[in-house]
Every structure is written in C-alpha cells, then in structure tokens.
C-alpha cells in the first residue's frame, strides 16, 4: 500500500509539471510591436529627387516623399551633409509620422541589396 502511494504520488507529479515544460514560452507582445514600429518607420530605396526641403525615394513598395527638417541627421554619426546626397544613390531612410507626413530623422547611404543567383 505504501508503494502504491509512492507510486501514484510519483506519478501525479510527473504529470503536473509536463505541460509547464512542454509549453512553448508565450510571445512578448512588447517586442513584437517595438519590431513592427521600427520596420514601419525605415524605408529602403534609391533618390529620385533631391532638394533643401525634400527627398524623393523609389522603394520596393513604391515611392515616398520625405520632408527634410533641421534636425534630419545624415549619414551615421551625422558625419555627412545634404549635399553628399545625389538622385541615384541608394539610401535607408528612418523617418517619423506626423499629420499625415514622413518626416525624415536620418538618411544614410546603404550598399544594394545583391539579387540572388539563378
């Protein structure tokens, strides 16, 4: 009788902690939005158009226009300046929302993605 309680009691146990290491960990919401806002406010694409106030990008998913404002940061660690910036370069752009504008906050030259071998 002893051993069967040992037993069962063993067996009980087993059973109770099995879903909690099987379970998957659940998904961190958290991160999961933070990763969605920050592809939501990169775009990656070549200069059409350039100007003091404005640039021009042709993406993947189609073309934007951002505004430039005097805290736009070019280049990382701000180390160049609008003018080191031409139609033709290809470029990721990080960029803001507001009132229905894409407000650029840095624009910085990126190497083409290399297609894939046929």
């Not at 505004?67 to 160049?80: C, D, L, N, Y």
């Amino acid at each position: 009788m002893k051993t069967s309680l040992c037993f069962l009691t063993a067996i009980l146990s087993i059973c109770a902690t099995a879903p909690r290491s099987i379970a998957a960990k659940p998904a961190n919401p958290a991160k999961a939005a933070q990763a969605a806002v920050l592809a939501a406010t990169q775009f990656d694409g070549t200069i059409t158009a350039i100007s003091d106030t404005s640039v021009i990008v042709k993406g993947a998913t189609g073309e934007k226009t951002f505004a430039i404002h005097q805290g736009t940061v070019f280049g990382q660690g701000a180390k160049k300046k609008l003018a080191d910036f031409k139609a033709g370069d290809h470029v990721l752009v990080s960029f803001s929302t507001a009132a229905g504008q894409f407000k650029a906050e840095n624009i910085r030259k990126v190497s083409k993605k290399p297609k894939a071998a046929k």
